[in-house]
């Protein structure tokens, strides 16, 4: 169970980039519409900058134990 938890946070982090990766990417072609409202857009983004923020925290802290 620890080394799953342990890899928890990693696996959030790079989920979070490949959502911020596909927010932006649908800004340069909206034809794709692989997000099709502004303001379900910001939220996501959002929410990808929180997670990779925590997951960072949570990183740094599990790599001083």
Known sequence: ????????PHLA??????LIVI?????FNPLMAW???R???IFIFLFCAVV???SI????RNSRR
């Open 1 to 8: 169970m620890k080394k799953f938890l342990d890899f928890l």
């Open 13 to 18: 982090a790079c989920m979070a980039a490949a």
């Open 23 to 27: 927010t932006i990417l649908n800004g």
């Open 35 to 37: 997000l099709t409202s």
């Open 39 to 41: 303001i379900s857009r």
């Open 52 to 54: 990779l923020v925590s």
């Open 57 to 60: 925290t949570a990183i740094v």
